[in-house]
């Protein structure tokens, strides 16, 4: 599924970068989308399935995963830029699909990739009760948390465009800028990871949660430079989360559900991320300004911490129900 996903992403990328039409860009973007979703419940358990560092190996994960994201800030608009919006898209799809070729050819090398012994590690499973409560926040965080990660994601390139005005006057300097406010932001995860292995989950993440909240709401009025200074250690927070919520997937929920339930909370995240979109242009539409997307966000982000406060257990409840790794 991995090969299908390389290969499938990237000739779709492709196809969009010849298209001729906008509902042939439409069906390219969709193809985008159906196979991008094979990556996280695929990914993320193969990821999780064989190591005593699970935030440690989600964290590195998603470092590379979101540096693609901030080099995507700055090589999409300088692509676009010098060569046109064609080879934004054609050029990262034959990347992709060269990717996928060498997966391929790494699959066929080592045979099926599976061990000979088949042995697995075990653990006490996981109380029933402990997995009712993960599965339901895992239904609330991707929905409020990820329409945070999305709607910032998706808009901090227009958000730097108006906040900076004056100050950068082409798309690839407002790209650039963007690139290191992400860069920044993915070393959060390295750091969340590590902390994920040492300490409990839930003080942590309602510390990550309240860090969130003060600077979107500081974000409001914040211009210029400020703005910069104030989306770093928003985008930090913003980011941070990302591990943790496949962390509570590991720990939480037992083997045979961990791959489906990695599928639902992508699908909730996936679809998430158009609503993201709509919102997040229906209200810069509405006043001309991100001040009110910044509150809806705040308030999103309200919403995830009486979920973590209400549905993840405690430091003792967590020792008590660690998942097997596979």
């Not at 979101?66 to 990347?95: C, D, H, K, Q």
């Amino acid at each position: 599924m991995m090969l299908v996903f390389f290969v499938g992403i990237g000739a779709a990328s492709i196809v969009t970068g010849l298209s001729t039409t906008p509902g042939h860009v439409e069906i390219g973007l969709a193809l985008i989308g159906i196979f991008g979703a094979i990556y996280h419940p695929i990914g993320l358990a193969l990821v999780v399935k064989e190591t005593d560092r699970v935030g440690r190996a989600l964290a590195i994960n998603g470092v590379w995963g979101n540096m693609g994201v901030a080099t995507a800030a700055l090589t999409t608009g300088s692509i676009a830029e010098f060569y046109g919006w064609r080879m934004a898209f054609m050029l990262p799809g034959f990347i992709s699909v060269g990717v996928g070729l060498l997966y391929g050819w790494h699959l066929w090398s080592i045979g099926s990739g599976i061990k000979a012994d088949g042995s697995k590690k075990t653990s006490k499973p996981v109380p029933l009760s402990l997995q009712r409560k993960a599965f339901l926040f895992l239904l609330i965080a991707p929905l409020f948390g990820g329409l945070v990660f999305q709607a910032m994601t998706v808009a901090l390139p227009k958000i730097l465009d108006d906040r900076l005005v004056g100050i950068f006057a082409n798309p690839s300097e407002i790209g650039f800028v963007a690139f290191c406010v992400f860069a920044c932001a993915a070393v959060a995860q390295l750091i969340v990871g590590e902390l994920l292995d040492r300490y409990p989950v839930k003080p942590l993440y309602l510390s990550i949660l309240f860090i969130q909240i003060i600077f979107c709401v500081l974000a409001v009025s914040a211009i210029g430079w400020t703005a910069v200074a104030v989306a770093v250690p928003l985008m930090l927070a913003t980011f941070g989360i990302i591990p943790i919520n496949d962390w509570i997937v590991a720990h939480f929920i037992s083997t045979e559900y961990r791959s489906r339930v990695y599928a639902v909370k992508s699908v909730f995240s996936l679809g998430v991320a158009a609503v993201a979109v709509k919102v997040t242009s229906y209200l810069y539409g509405e006043s001309g300004s991100f001040d009110t997307l910044f509150m809806v966000l705040a308030a999103s982000a309200v919403i995830v911490l009486a979920a973590t406060v209400a549905l993840i257990p405690g430091a003792a409840s967590q020792s008590a129900a660690r998942a097997p790794a596979e």
